[in-house]
DNA sequence: CCTATCAACTTTCATATTGCAAGTGACTTC
DNA sequence: GAAGTCACTTGCAATATGAAAGTTGATAGG
């Protein structure tokens, strides 16, 4: 499930999972509501497909999402946070507070991000969580 | 000084800075007291010479550390963190928490990391901020 | 039927990044 | 003056990333 760690440092582990260019991008999409590949491929950034493809597997594969089937025939996916994927919130908040304060004309956060908990993006197994979606209303 | 962003996203442009394999452990580094060279090669994670010089440049030239001599003949240097470096305390911080709770067998975090504020690593200005270094005790 | 389209990838190949090892230059110590 | 230390730099192989085109399974239209 997990890759060889360079350390057991906390913060070198971490960067072992999601230390690269894309894996947080693709993590903030699916905060962001986007759930199907097509929505995640079609970003601002301009991910090509075979990267995306490659960090949901890997997201996956270390259980920050999971991958479903929301029909067959043909069968087609959706990708949703885990709870061990949406704990990341508070990494990706404060990462955007930074590069806010730092980096001149940048995209202000909206509330659903700012002010949102873990709790409120992991539907809870056998509810609809979905119904709760805090970027809906 | 700053890079061309892939968006105006700050997760994305914050990431364009640091998201690496190597920059925020470089970082760490720093924050754990660690400031030159040798001390900074020499860590657990087996960083290469190449890549550590290049980070190194690279954190400085986005204005995260500053590099300056500590003696001359031979002229050797220290790497500080500027208070936009201190500022990515939070950042590793909640990384670390993550790692915490969601990797087995991670080092615990020291009182000096988990309790930190940035202000505390960044020494202002014309004082000797490094008497309050709040690894020291 | 035949062509077209869509979703969700996969493949190919060029370019960029990373990693290992060895080398360099200024100075210090034996 | 030979050897060692420090702070890098260079060369080159291995790995990762990026752009574009191809594939698969299905529905839709003429």
């Given at each position: 499930m997990y890759p060889q760690f360079r350390s057991p440092c906390p913060v070198a582990s971490a960067l072992d999972l999601v230390?690269?260019?894309?894996s947080l991008v693709v993590l903030r999409t699916i905060f962001a509501g986007r759930h199907r590949y097509n929505e995640l491929a079609?970003?601002?950034?301009?991910?090509s497909t075979n990267i995306l493809a490659d960090r949901l597997a890997r997201l996956e594969e270390y259980g920050l999402i999971t991958k479903r089937a929301y029909?067959?025939?043909?069968e087609r996916f959706e990708y949703h946070l885990t709870e061990r994927g949406a704990d990341f919130l508070p990494v990706l908040q404060q990462l955007a507070i930074w590069a806010r304060e730092h980096i001149p004309d940048r995209w202000s956060l909206p509330g659903w991000f700012a002010e949102g908990t873990a709790r409120q993006f992991y539907p809870e197994p056998g509810t609809e969580g979905a119904a709760l979606n805090p970027r809906a209303g």
């Open positions: 230390g690269d260019k894309w079609d970003i601002t950034e301009k991910i029909q067959h025939n043909p």
